[in-house]
């Protein structure tokens, strides 16, 4: 992954629409001549990309380790449970040109977007042990009704198919500093949460009544979970629109590298998030350049198989 990561940022530095050296880059960056069109270049538009990518993939893999650990359903993921779909709704209006939102108030209404849908899950689990593929089935309904409003939001007003795509199905085109800054804090504020009750997490595996015993409380380590998960997936719609197949994913990378154990899981499902996410936003933007294939697009193509080998897997157990 050190590898994979490396070569992500190295060519997200130096390879685009206007190819550069490695040492310029850090010329240009040390000097911070301003003037330069290629410090422009480096310092506004791809570094903040770069960080973006990452940190929304790192809040997508965690979000994922959340509700699966929640719902103990394998197929957890902040979109397929609708709650992608949620924050996406208000910024389908600003995509749309129906409304006109600065960052802040875009980043505000995404959270709540994907927050109303995670109080739909939490009040359906709140109180009652659902086995995990019944929650799997309302979780998949959730997902079909936000993104089918999203999706007819966007078709109601004139838009480029770019745009629609670019919500859709994901890009980072629009990263800047002030996207991450908002990222970046949902971010760091959701792991100091998990850290604090991260030993109540892995006991929700074993159901409610093994939970219990083991003196956790399962309906408010979950209603911690969803809350969590919420936020960390609505933050990362709104740098980049929807990106399939990262939370879903990147747990059961994680877990079959080292297994259920909470804390080491979720170190390790959050990094694989972000590195996947970094690695697959650089082929978006440079496979056929200048034009960008959504990264959403990308990371289905190297996670669908994957997934079917897991599902395999999983069935012969």
Partial sequence: MVTLSLISVYWGLTKGAYDNSLIEVISVIINRDQENLLYTI????????????????????LSGALIQFSTRSPFGDPHIFGVGGG?????????????SFSNINLFISSIIGGLVVSSVLIAILYKKDFPPIKITIIGIALGAISVAL????????????????????????????????????VFIFSIVVSIFFIRSFTPLLLGDTLAKTLGVNPAKS?????????????????????????????????????????????????????VFVLFADQIARSLFSPSELPVGMITTAFAAPLMIYIGYRLKLK
């Fill in 87 to 99: 924050a996406s709704f208000f910024k389908a209006f600003v995509v749309a040109g129906i409304i």
């Fill in 42 to 61: 480096i310092w506004d538009i791809r570094i903040p990309r770069i960080l973006c990518s990452f940190i929304a993939g790192c809040s997508l893999g």
């Fill in 222 to 274: 979950r209603l911690v979970c969803i809350t969590i998960a919420g936020v960390l997936a609505s933050s990362s719609v709104y740098a980049a629109g929807i990106v399939g197949f990262v939370g879903l994913l990147s747990p059961h990378i994680a877990r079959n590298i080292i297994g259920n154990d909470s804390k080491k899981l979720l170190f390790l499902t959050t990094l694989i998030g972000g």
């Fill in 150 to 185: 999203s999706t007819g939001v966007v078709s109601y007003g004139k838009v480029f198919p770019s745009q629609a795509l670019g919500l859709i199905s994901g890009s980072f085109s629009s990263s800047s500093w002030e996207i991450l800054i908002y990222t970046l804090f």
